[in-house]
Structures are given as C-alpha cells and as structure tokens.
C-alpha cells in the first residue's frame, strides 16, 4: 500500500474517531473550507462551517449516543492530487427505545495538500 493510499485511510479513520467522539468540529476539520457535503437524506452542506454545525446538531439529537464505523473501500486516485475514495458506513442509534442501525456508502473527495 502506498503512502497516499495510508494517508486515505487514515483521514477515513479520523472521521469514524470523531464520529463516535461526537466531536462535530474534528468532523468537519477534515474538510476542505469550502468544501460540499451531500447527507443521507440529499440535501448539500456548503462549507466546513455547515458542516460543522450540522454535525454538531445530530450529535446533539438523533445520533446522540450513536456508534459509526466507517470501513475504507477502495480509493481511485484521478490525478496525483486528487483521489475518490469510496467507504461504508454504518451507524448504530437509538430511535426511542428501540435500536435502529443504517448503512450508508460516503464517496469523499480527497485532495492532497
């Protein structure tokens, strides 16, 4: 594996961290300023402040108390700087009383700084 390769499943294992951390700005650290974040429900997050803030509100509410493990797929570099990294995700929350778990496919966009 390369060294690129590892730093991609590294920023991977950085989100899941922050996730279970419930650490809305970890979360949205990883992003780019400006960066876009499409959800699970389809509606687009326009730069790291919303994401940050959004992140904070489902921690906050219904993922609070949730479990994410965000497993590294594959990764399709397009240029030396730019990769599609392809993860699933699966989250384990409570809905009520009642255990509920979803399982989501995030595509991120990685750029090389």
Not at 81 to 88: G, K, L, P, Q
């Amino acid at each position: 594996m390369t060294t690129d390769e590892l730093s991609v499943q590294n920023i991977v294992g950085q989100l899941e961290i922050a996730w279970n951390n419930y650490d809305s700005a970890s979360f949205a650290e990883l992003f780019v300023e400006d960066a876009n974040f499409i959800h699970i429900f389809g509606g687009q997050l326009d730069g790291r402040t919303a994401i940050e803030a959004a992140h904070r509100l489902i921690f906050d509410t219904i993922y609070k108390g949730s479990q994410a493990r965000f497993l590294f797929q594959s990764v399709r570099f397009v240029s030396p700087e730019v990769a599609i990294v392809f993860v699933r995700a699966h989250v384990k929350f409570k809905e009520g009383n009642e255990m509920r778990e979803i399982e989501t496919r995030p595509t991120l966009i990685v750029v090389k700084e």
